[in-house]
């Protein structure tokens, strides 16, 4: 497929940055995936599941850095087998409904599609995975949902003499929930960004490392509230997104300090709260976040300051961190920190064997072990770093922790 | 297989084609140099691997990464292999980033000929990007383009754009780190227009000749050594009707950049632009593959890194700590010790007490134990036996090397040679199992040859043992010393004499680093030439390594007495002879005679100038009748009429600081009455064309750090060197040295 290839390319060569679009383009792919995906008869759901396992395996060894392509990809998996079970186990009710209601849910799907799409995903999340406390919670106030659910999936059991149907009816509700998935991984900002209110109070002092679209948003949102604080921006070293972040956040009237990241613990007594963003979140509460944010995370413990990791449920990963240093990182060209043209001036080839004497390593991210985070923010409120692996639960099932085939050997 | 274009060329008369070109490039996948030989009789360069990938890759990755949308691949040597293994690859495929149509020529003996071509295929419709297959980058070509284009519009005559980067040369060997020569390049520094090219220039003479319309025609332009030639070029389709009009153009440089730069009727320009932070590097010479690949490991090229560019059929390597590079599947015994900054490819097995350390190794290779290897670029499927030792050696594919042999710095193995039991193979050595052509005029057909055919027959088994090798070259090989040696000692393989450069030059382009005993040698050597300035005899130079000037500095100290005396009488002499010129005797003959003395007094040119200088100013004084207001007058006069002496004499800038630092001398002991009008009678200096500028700057930038009282005269000719300062004027950095010690001096007054 052409578009698997072209991705695959833009991944290993880097040309895509930054975890949101990099999760939007992986929904996106996988959905024109599946959509192009012949459905046999029988066993719809693993021929879906397998299509989607061996461009998300590839996807994944185009880049193995950049976790949101194998988050998005779980969740798709995860979509799947969601929407095979709930399809199955309604159809067993199916029979009982009258075609009354068959009619207003095809209302219902003209007038408002992503409603009952989303209506279908809450309810196959809500009755088919084993309760976990946050489901519980989550679900409380939305009881009429289940109900819905059975009505969408009444259809499905209605046409279940033609087969073709069935499979286009599956292919179709993966696709829809996939939509959700799509409107879900756009809309983090203003999930996360609603709660800014509950965290950032008057006066007080917020520093923040780097450039995270998510935190701006979340300042942009408590400013807006009339919220009157300051920010420090430690300007993020060797890229100086800081620099960046700064000029976006006095555009909207924010009153902000750039300093260099040398100087945070000489500042970090005078702040309130730290709030950053994450590159993935790990499923033991570790954070995979740009570099020099270990760095920041110990000064905020050192001084007892909160240190806040906002971050959209798409970069909550399932894997456990295992020598996050080294095998979730990325060197990047020295040419950031030193120009390729200065670094040649002081060469000395001739000498020590020929190996330069000067090394300039240049990694893009840092690991802040969970007991550092004191706050989640994701899409759905805040977590406790201990309590992530519940979360990840929720989204993830435990069948697709680990991607790749046993057999078969990819091209 | 790639697919062919014929029909899309044709279709691009419609208009729609025409509005909106497509981004072309036309790579080279052949060097035309015999650099990489012996490797390339079997292989073409392009597809040699660069830290386990091959080079050609690389080029089209980035060629991928900057938008092109049509390649030109242009195959000659070995064309059936290049185009196989762009058929088997990711690049010949249909969702490629470009489409690739390979052009093949077997006539074609250099650049020139491979663009005339492309030329005759009539295939190239706008401006296109003209690499070799062997270039490793990184950067960004949007702005460089546009400004491309921009310069196309306002002037059509733009026919080339010139990537450089800064990268200054050695200053003891004269080239680059990448191996290269150093290059002198002259620049507009507005334009940033290419006025100069010179890639042979001879630093020895530490002079370069200008063509004085260059310095006419421009108001200001950089004189700079410390660019080097990245061989990547933006070209105009123009540059395609100039090869087949000068149809004598062969090499990309040497014939076009530098034909065109001489040839004002056709007034086509080149520009040059500058990159800095990027990436950018050829594999040139075994030198330059070396440096590249470590930069490689280190990450410059990124993202075209062993981790990252990824050829997509075997197990991809990890980067771990250190810049060690693996694959998954390397099987390593516990007790192998891998250095820093290594690349091991996948299959590969290394056996117990192995080190590794600044080497990148290949796939499937077998190492045993014991065996240790150092900045080594051991290819795929080599056997490597225990005990063996390996330096700064290229071992190519299929090599065998049995238990105890070693290689010393320097050693090209070729495919498949096998080398004996304890047999050290001699540094620099190039062995290969195809004979070294006979004839060196015939290289180029050889290259051209189909080598599937080389068959390599049992006969050609040459044995490789130390005794031999030191005398045998390889053309005078036969059969007959294939012989085995005593205990069955056996390699395969011929020894190939060097057939470019030399044996004395072997070191400069060799992947091992330059021996420290050259380093010395060359130290010294310009320790000497500091010393003995410009005195052109620099024969008394040992290769014992030992610094020389030491023991020659000590030897001045004893004779300095008798040294001192020699030179005044020696300026006694040289005034009487120039006193007798004065009364009418050819000048010629004066030349001539105090040329003799010169030599019987052995005094050095600078002095020599100097006295004669003194002479002059003498003569001036008697010819004033020491009336003061006369004096000046009659100094002119007296340098007017003696200049073509004076020019004889002072040939460049050491002597003329010489006649400067007498002038001054004089004017503080002998002849006070020039104290006054030292800095006109400079001003006239120069004028006449005595002195230059730079022997002026150079003089007042050694008077900076002395004393008040010895600056008396720089401050007098303070606004004359004034001028000086306000000449936009470099040449390169010695001269940008200069010019801020000028100015410093200047501030301090």
Request: contains cysteine.
């Amino acid at each position: 497929m052409p578009d698997v290839s072209d991705f695959i390319l833009k991944l290993q060569r880097r040309r895509i940055e930054g975890s949101h679009a990099t999760a939007r383009q992986t929904a996106e792919l996988l959905r024109s995936v599946i959509s192009q995906t012949r459905m046999p008869y029988t066993n719809q759901a693993a021929a879906l599941l397998d299509a989607v396992r061996a461009v998300g395996e590839q996807l994944i060894a185009a880049n193995p850095v950049e976790l949101a392509v194998g988050n998005i990809v779980r969740r798709v998996l995860h979509i799947i087998r969601e929407e095979d079970l709930s399809s199955s186990a309604v159809s067993f009710e199916g029979l009982m409904i009258s075609e009354k209601s068959d009619d207003e849910d095809d209302a219902d799907h003209k007038g408002g599609p992503v409603l009952s799409a989303a209506a279908v995903a809450a309810a196959a999340r809500s009755t088919l995975r084993p309760r976990s406390l946050q489901t519980l919670l989550e679900d409380g106030p939305l009881p009429a949902a289940p109900s819905k659910s059975s009505s969408a999936g009444d259809s499905e059991g209605k046409s279940k003499s033609d087969k073709s149907a069935v499979g286009k009816r599956l292919k179709h509700s993966v696709i829809e929930a996939i939509n959700l998935l799509i409107e879900e991984i756009d809309d983090c900002y203003e999930d996360i960004s609603e709660q800014a209110v509950e965290h950032i109070h008057q006066n007080e002092v917020i520093l923040t490392l780097g450039r995270s679209k998510t935190v701006k948003e979340f300042l942009y949102a408590a400013k807006q509230k009339n919220r009157s604080f300051r920010v420090f921006v430690a300007e993020g070293a060797p890229r100086y997104q800081g620099h960046v972040l700064a000029k976006e956040l006095i555009q909207k009237g924010l009153e902000t300090t750039v300093i260099t990241d040398s100087a945070i613990f000489a500042m970090i007594s005078r702040v309130n709260m730290v709030i950053v963003g994450a590159h993935a979140i790990m499923a033991n509460g570790g954070v995979i976040a740009p570099v020099g944010m270990n760095m920041l995370a110990l000064a905020a413990q050192r001084h007892a300051v909160p240190f806040v990791v906002v971050a959209g449920s798409h970069k909550l990963c399932p894997l456990y961190p295992h020598n996050p240093e080294v095998l979730l990182n990325e060197l990047k060209s020295p040419s950031d920190l030193i120009d390729f043209g200065e670094f040649s001036d002081c060469m000395d080839f001739g000498a020590h064997g020929g190996a330069p004497l000067m090394h300039v390593v240049n990694p893009t991210f840092d690991y802040v072990p969970p007991n550092l985070v004191s706050l989640f923010i994701t899409d759905t409120g805040g977590h406790n770093a201990a309590h992530m692996y519940k979360l990840i639960a929720d989204y993830y099932s435990a069948d697709d922790l680990v991607i790749k085939r046993k057999s078969t050997s990819s091209n | 297989m790639a697919q062919k274009k014929g029909g899309k060329s044709a279709a691009s008369d419609d208009p729609e084609e025409l509005a909106r070109t497509p981004l072309q490039a036309v790579l080279l996948a052949d060097t035309f140099n015999l650099k990489f030989r012996p490797i390339t009789l079997e292989r073409p360069k392009v597809l040699l691997p660069l830290v386990n990938t091959p080079m050609i890759d690389y080029t089209l990755a980035w060629l991928e990464s900057v938008g092109v949308e049509e390649v030109f691949l242009f195959c000659c040597a070995h064309a059936e292999q290049v185009k196989e293994y762009i058929g088997n690859s990711h690049w010949g495929q249909s969702h490629a980033g470009f489409s690739i149509t390979t052009i093949e020529s077997n006539f074609s003996m250099s650049a020139g000929d491979a663009l005339r071509f492309i030329e005759g295929k009539n295939v190239i419709r706008g401006d296109f990007i003209l690499i070799t297959g062997d270039t490793i980058s990184n950067m960004s070509l949007t702005e460089a383009l546009q400004a491309h284009k921009d310069r196309r519009k306002k002037d059509p005559d733009t026919v080339m754009t010139m990537f450089v980067k800064r990268s200054k040369p050695m200053p003891l060997t004269h080239q680059t780190r990448l191996g290269n020569d150093e290059i002198m390049m002259a620049i507009d520094p507005e334009t940033k227009q290419l006025l100069y090219y010179e890639d042979r220039f001879d630093c020895s003479k530490r002079a370069v000749t200008l063509d004085k319309s260059l310095l006419a025609d421009n108001a200001s332009l950089y004189l700079r050594t410390d660019l080097e030639d990245c061989c990547i070029d933006i070209c105009s389709p123009e540059v395609l009707t100039i090869f087949l009009d000068n149809f004598d153009y062969q090499h990309l440089r040497r014939h076009f950049v530098k034909g065109l730069l001489h040839d004002d009727i056709m007034g086509k320009k080149i520009y040059t632009h500058e990159i800095d932070s990027s990436y950018t590097a050829r594999v040139d010479n075994y030198r330059s593959y070396d440096t590249i690949s470590k930069d490689i490991i280190q990450r410059w090229s990124f993202p075209l890194v062993p981790d990252v560019l990824y050829a997509g059929n075997r197990a991809q390597m990890r980067l771990q700590r250190e810049g060690i590079y693996k694959a998954p599947d390397v099987t390593l015994s516990p007790s192998v010790r891998i250095g820093a900054f290594t690349a091991i490819g996948s299959g590969t097995i290394i056996g117990e007490n192995s080190s590794v350390s600044n080497s990148v190794i290949g796939e499937l290779c077998t190492i045993g134990r014991n065996v240790s290897i150092d900045g080594c670029y051991i290819w795929d499927s080599v056997t490597i036996e225990d005990g063996c030792r390996l330096s700064h050696s290229i071992v190519c594919d299929g090599v065998h090397l049995h238990t105890g042999a070693t290689l010393e710095p320097g050693v090209i193995l070729s495919f498949k040679v096998e080398v004996g039991q304890n047999i050290t193979v001699p540094a620099y050595s190039k062995v290969s199992l195809l004979p070294q052509p006979s004839k060196q005029d015939s290289d180029e057909e050889l290259e051209y040859a189909d080598t599937n055919s080389g068959i390599i027959d049992s006969p050609s088994i040459a044995s490789i043992s130390p005794a031999n090798i030191e005398h045998d070259h390889v053309s005078s090989f036969d059969t007959e010393q294939s012989v085995l040696l005593e205990g069955g000692l056996s390699g395969v393989g011929y020894i190939w004499t060097s057939c470019e450069t030399g044996n004395e030059e072997e070191w400069r382009y060799s992947v091992a680093p330059i021996p420290v005993e050259k380093l010395k040698e060359f130290y010294a050597k310009m320790f000497d030439e500091d010393e003995s300035s410009s005195d052109g005899e620099q024969t008394g130079i040992t290769h014992s390594g030992e610094l020389i000037s030491e023991s020659k500095s000590t030897d001045f100290d004893d004779s300095d007495g008798e040294y001192k005396g020699d030179v005044s009488k020696f300026e006694k002499e040289v005034e009487e002879t120039f006193e007798r010129a004065l009364g009418g005797v050819a000048e010629e003959n004066v030349q001539l005679e105090i040329n003799s003395l010169r030599m019987s007094f052995n005094v050095t040119h600078a002095e020599c100038a100097g006295a004669v200088f003194q002479s002059v100013i003498k003569s001036a004084i008697i010819a004033s009748n020491s009336s003061k207001s006369n004096l000046l007058k009659a100094t002119i006069d007296a340098i007017e009429r003696s200049k073509g002496l004076l020019s004889y004499f002072i040939t460049n800038v050491d002597e003329e600081i010489e006649v400067i630092l007498k002038f001054e001398e004089m004017c503080m002991e002998i002849t006070r009455e020039f104290a006054p009008i030292f800095s006109s009678v400079l001003h006239q200096l120069y004028d006449k064309e005595v002195i230059t500028e730079d022997a002026i700057l150079k003089w007042e930038s050694e008077k900076a750090d002395a004393d008040e009282s010895d600056k008396v005269f720089v401050k007098q000719s303070e606004a004359f060197l004034k001028v000086f300062s306000h000449l936009n004027f470099s040449t390169g950095v010695s001269v940008l040295q200069r010019l801020y010690g000028a100015m410093t001096s200047l501030k301090l007054l």
